[in-house]
């Protein structure tokens, strides 16, 4: 292979690849000098002239005459007379001799070497594009195309045929996926994995909604309404605290849009997940008041300078302030950033509830007092908790509440 085919093979290549001109004349003169080196130790007395369009090569070694028996004469940059007169029979001590190399001195494996190595270069540089292409776009939604499943992950490919991942883990775990399906999700991070990078998406993140709502809701998008903040559980159920700076403007409205036309669109997309969106505001009463919708609240205490928060329902709005599963208290908190204790109003009774002194006989009076003391008096005030809420609340072993709500069940069946 001459220089000619070797170099107008990797221009081609490196067009493919989308190699800029100055960066392909760069790794073509970096591997040309790595040549010069192995074969003469240096290469700092050469120059390389690359002509890519028209595929020539010069290289040009220069060095000065000295006399035949001068102590300089095995320096890399001198040359004996006798030995530049071989060259050139005029020339003289204190010359400099400018020699042609030719690219087939190097011999055929430093050339084999070479187009390994352009081959290499390029794709290296290639990574290092996606690479950096990828990390400015962390935080944004892109499209790509499914074309493999695996147990641990979805691959897909992107518009420029790069792969791409959503790991199970950053899956909405109703998702169920397709060769061919054309999915969305946000860019989560690029890694390096074995020097290539990769490429993590994600759809359960809660960036990915905000990005959802910037691009189906033009007030968003155009910064006249704010997300303040957004809480999610996937697939589930999510709350988004909004504001605007323009009284004109209802956020709350502009974002659900006429009959739910805005926000429909972004529930469908994220596998039905029901989203509240509530208007933020700094009176942190009525935040919490507006984190707890649907459920109506009676009364708020907040402790000074403390993080948990006790809310007072009356008994029906209860179950609605939990939510399934815990999941709407869960989200409230997590919105406003403080730990949410929900209590039933006392005053209030249900002609069909039970008083937990009802119960003493099976109940010991210690755990009763323990019960009585996070405001719950009845049966089904304890029944509207979850185990998990009154493990974290109450000072009480978790075989102990087993028994509590074993005992307290029956006596509702």
């Known amino acids: 292979m001459n220089a000619s085919v070797l170099i107008e093979s990797f221009a081609d290549f ?91 001195d190097f011999g055929r494996r430093a050339v084999m070497t070479a187009r390994q190595t352009l081959i290499q270069r390029v794709k290296d540089l290639e990574k290092d594009i996606l690479f950096e292409k990828y990390k400015d776009l962390v935080g944004e939604i892109i499209t790509g195309e499914v074309y493999q499943i695996l147990s641990r992950e979805v691959l897909l490919i992107d518009a420029e ?35 290539s990078p990769k490429i993590i998406l994600s759809r359960t993140s809660p960036v990915f909604l905000e990005r959802l709502f910037e691009s189906e809701v033009p007030e968003v998008y155009d910064g006249l309404i704010t997300i303040k903040k957004v809480v999610r559980e996937p697939g589930e159920r999510a709350k988004v605290a909004v504001e605007s700076y323009d009284d004109r403007i209802d956020p709350v409205g502009a974002c659900v849009g006429m009959k739910g036309s805005r926000i429909h669109s972004i529930v469908r997309e994220l596998q039905n997940e029901n989203i509240d969106v509530i208007n933020f505001t700094d009176n942190m009463d009525l935040y919490i008041t507006r984190a707890l919708s649907p459920a109506k609240i009676s009364s708020i205490k907040i402790g000074e300078g403390d993080e948990r928060v006790s809310v007072f329902l009356k008994p029906d709005q209860v179950s609605l302030a ?75 072993e978790d075989e102990t509440i087993d028994n509590v709500l074993r005992i307290l069940k029956q006596e509702f069946e």
């Open 14 to 104: 490196a067009k493919q690849k989308n190699i800029d001109r100055p960066t392909m004349i760069r790794i073509l003169e970096d591997v040309f000098r790595t040549m010069i080196r192995r074969k003469y130790e240096t290469d700092e007395n050469f120059d390389i002239i690359i002509n890519a369009d028209k595929g020539d090569l010069e290289i040009w070694r220069f060095r000065e005459i000295v006399d035949d028996n001068s102590e300089d004469i095995w320096d890399h940059d001198k040359i004996s007379l006798s030995d530049a007169r071989k060259i050139e029979p005029d020339f003289e001590i204190g010359e400099e001799v400018a020699e042609e190399i030719t690219f087939e």
């Open 161 to 195: 045929g790069n792969e791409i991942s959503i790991p199970k883990s950053e899956q909405i775990h109703k998702d169920r996926f397709r060769k061919g399906d054309q999915v969305r999700a946000i860019v989560d991070r690029v890694d390096m994995y074995n020097g």
């Open 322 to 396: 939990i939510g399934k599963g815990g999941q709407n208290i869960k989200l409230a908190s997590r919105l406003v950033g403080k730990e949410i204790d929900v209590f039933r109003e006392l005053g209030d009774f249900d002609e069909e509830d039970v008083d937990l002194e009802e119960f003493s006989d099976e109940i010991e009076s210690w755990v009763i007092d323990e019960l009585k003391r996070i405001g719950l008096d009845t049966a089904k005030s304890v029944l509207t908790l979850t185990k998990e809420e009154l493990v974290r609340r109450a000072d009480l």
